[in-house]
């Protein structure tokens, strides 16, 4: 069945270094990809998404960057900050389903 | 979590019983989710629903079930509560067109 693959599991970094989140799917028929940060005790929020006929998308310290043909996309955080520390979750949907097939996440903390 | 809530917040219940779980949006978003966040496996689709009465099976539909009699409300039934659904639920709203999703802040059960 569909499937997306994250990793890793935890990342830890030290504060002003850069953090990346890779995921990869299996559905070719894949065409939107966000991501969602989810801080404890509340639920995720998107911070950022791809389609697929864009191959990378910045945001102030935060990027997104997809590859078609391996159909991996990865998430980077430039200059982290300790309000960076969350879990992480990347997703896969295709047009017209409105479905999401999701990561299993990353547990990111930024070591002040 | 503006547009979308989720009653209770917390709840415990015992084996057997039923339980419903509602989520309310004032955005008048054409879809609605149940997810449930479980550690190891992300976020997993119980049901959806693509507008008043038409809903659908997710991943892990069985033990559940779903009704939207409004645009406004979905609720998620658990027919007779087993241990294995103790979870943190989430429902999730997306808009005609905007593959974005907006989250609730989640509903803690712990079946005992």
């Known amino acids: 069945g569909e499937n997306v693959e994250q990793h890793p599991s935890t990342l830890s970094v030290q504060e002003g270094d850069s953090a990346v989140i890779k995921c990869t799917y299996s559905d070719s028929a894949s065409n939107y990809f966000p991501w969602y940060k989810q801080e404890l005790g509340k639920g995720p929020q998107l911070i950022i998404d791809i389609r697929s006929n864009v191959g990378e998308k910045k945001d102030q310290r935060i990027a997104v960057t997809l590859n078609k043909t391996a159909k991996h996309f990865s998430l980077h955080i430039t200059e982290t900050q300790p309000e960076d520390s969350a879990v992480y979750f990347c997703?896969?949907?295709?047009?017209?389903?409105?479905?999401?097939?999701f990561g299993t996440g990353t547990r990111l903390k930024v070591l002040a | 979590d503006a547009g979308i809530t989720q009653s209770p917040r917390h709840k415990v219940t015992e084996t057997g019983t039923p339980v419903t779980l509602r989520c309310h949006q004032t955005?008048?978003?054409?879809?609605m989710y149940w997810y449930r966040q479980d550690p190891g496996h992300g976020l997993r689709l119980i049901h959806y629903?693509?507008?008043?009465?038409?809903?659908d099976k997710g991943e892990v539909s069985d033990g559940y079930s779903v009704s939207r009699s409004k645009t406004e409300d979905f609720l998620l039934t658990l027919e007779s509560a087993t241990s294995s659904q103790t979870s943190v639920y989430f429902c999730a709203i997306s808009g005609q067109g905007d593959y974005g999703y907006t989250f609730g802040s989640g509903t803690r059960l712990t079946v005992v």
């Open positions: 955005e008048n978003h054409r879809y």
């Open positions: 997703a896969a949907c295709t047009s017209g389903t409105y479905k999401y097939i």
């Open positions: 629903s693509y507008g008043v009465k038409d809903t």
